[in-house]
């Protein structure tokens, strides 16, 4: 059986600072804040926010003993999982189950997440639903006003994963996913890099081709597992002169035509910026 995917809902991102890390996104980038909420199972606060068509859900664990806590504890702040709405939970469960793959947090008719050793690294999150309050579900709405942001962003362009075996890890997607096809093939900074369509966004998979470099330093320090998201802008020089002036610092990108912010100044996570998608 492959898996449906009919959309990305979100991206998560595990945070010490609920209220500070949504303050920083709202004032850096003009998040639209829509929902928080506290689980009591996982132990931690969340909150979601678009930016453009983007959706990030940041976690915020209350204490170390939790998975979370522990994540946050080993790694700081940093990427977490991202979520793919599917037509049926049931038949997605059977996917991954076809496949051997882990479901170590699952609830009936709501969710389920995958242990990401058995999905090369990558942590999915899979729901039949739609957030609560979802902006982007509401009739007339647009993404157009962050054009107009100093910003001016444009859309997701990937959201990029690191791998050991890019080649295994695009078959086995390509396998999992119905209609997932390979968009682009290309090189970044010390790693190949594949492009999958899934749905409406591209996962990017990169391989390191060398010992050392950006990617399998990445690799090192975390593991496989979702390294960075690019955005689309209008502007790149535009854009970059907005983020310096909000005291961040702009670094080279994993392509030529991208500019990152430092991971430090960006709550543990790397976002990058480029005019022009890949392929």
């Not at 920083?24 to 931690?44: C, K, L, P, S």
């Not at 682009?184 to 591209?202: E, K, M, N």
Request: aromatic share 8%; proline share 5%.
């Amino acid at each position: 059986m492959r898996l449906t995917v009919r959309k990305l809902v979100h991206i998560n991102q595990v945070v010490g600072d609920l209220d500070k890390a949504i303050g920083f996104y709202t004032d850096v980038f003009g998040a639209q804040e829509y929902w928080r909420g506290y689980d009591a199972e996982q132990r931690r606060d969340a909150g979601l926010f678009v930016i453009g068509d983007v959706c990030i859900e940041l976690f915020a664990p209350r204490d170390a003993e939790s998975l979370l806590g522990a994540s946050l504890t080993r790694y700081g702040p940093s990427w977490h999982s991202f979520e793919w709405q599917v037509p049926d939970l049931d038949a997605a469960r059977q996917a991954f189950q076809e496949r051997g793959v882990r479901l170590p947090t699952d609830r009936p008719d709501a969710f389920f997440m995958t242990h990401p050793a058995d999905c090369h690294g990558m942590l999915l999150e899979l729901t039949p639903l739609e957030m609560a309050g979802d902006p982007r579900i509401r009739e007339g709405w647009s993404a157009a006003p962050w054009r107009e942001h100093p910003l001016g962003i444009t859309g997701l362009h990937n959201l990029s994963v690191a791998v050991r075996d890019v080649a295994a890890a695009s078959d086995w997607l390509t396998d999992l996913v119905d209609g997932a096809t390979v968009r682009y093939r290309s090189r970044i900074t010390g790693a190949d890099a594949v492009g999958v369509g899934v749905a409406d966004h591209v996962v990017e998979l990169v391989q390191p081709t060398g010992d050392s470099g950006p990617v399998a330093d990445y690799l090192s320090r975390f593991g496989q597992r979702l390294r960075s998201i690019e955005f689309g802008v209008e502007d790149l020089p535009r854009a970059v002169a907005h983020l310096r002036s909000a005291g961040l610092t702009v670094i080279e990108g994993s392509r030529d035509g991208a500019q990152a912010i430092r991971e430090s100044d960006n709550w543990g996570v790397r976002w990058e910026f480029a005019e022009r998608p890949v392929g």
